[in-house]
């Protein structure tokens, strides 16, 4: 099979992917929210970092739980670095009519290699039934491996865990909202 082939190919399974799961999310679910989101992290040495991402809400009919994930970017200012976060997890949904309280809970790693579990509180308010104003507090616990050198030459790595918590605000747009 030629590279083009190939191509053509991989192209072709993802956009069926994409209209099978289009198709059978929009027949089943009651909820595809998907948003923009702003704010401040602080961490353990007390520095605060602007970040910005996206959100995504999935939840089925009748369910008290949703499936989220929101990828966001971390700017540190000070050093000039940028950094990637990916998480997954889910909401207890708490309320149903304009003011939603949700607890959650799930993981996440970011571009550093980092990895570990998120806590967190989540407030959404219904504009309308098409959009949604929210405001959330989360605690990430990031582990990772550092290294100690002494001075005879020998190195010890042990894997440490530091605290840094993100608080943002954003908007959502319910995708499957029925007219």
Not at 19 to 37: A, C, D, H, P, R
Request: glycine share 8%; charged share 15%.
């Amino acid at each position: 099979m030629t590279k083009s082939n190939q191509t053509y190919s991989q192209s072709s399974k993802l956009v069926l992917l994409y209209l099978l799961v289009l198709i059978s999310t929009k027949s089943f679910s009651q909820e595809l929210n998907i948003g923009l989101q702003g704010g401040y992290c602080g961490g353990n040495q007390g520095v605060n970092y602007s970040t910005v991402g996206g959100t995504i809400e999935f939840r089925p009919k009748q369910a008290v739980f949703s499936v989220n994930t929101d990828p966001f970017l971390v700017f540190d200012s000070a050093s000039k670095t940028t950094l990637f976060t990916e998480s997954a997890f889910l909401k207890l949904i708490i309320g149903e009519n304009k003011l939603r309280i949700s607890p959650a809970f799930g993981g996440f790693v970011r571009s550093n290699k980092n990895a570990g579990w998120l806590i967190g509180l989540h407030a959404d308010y219904m504009v309308n039934q098409t959009f949604m104003v929210f405001a959330k507090g989360e605690i990430y616990a990031d582990y990772y491996k550092t290294t100690t050198y002494s001075h005879f030459g020998a190195s010890e790595t042990s894997k440490t865990m530091a605290l840094s918590v993100p608080v943002s605000i954003g908007i959502k747009y319910n995708l499957f909202h029925k007219k």
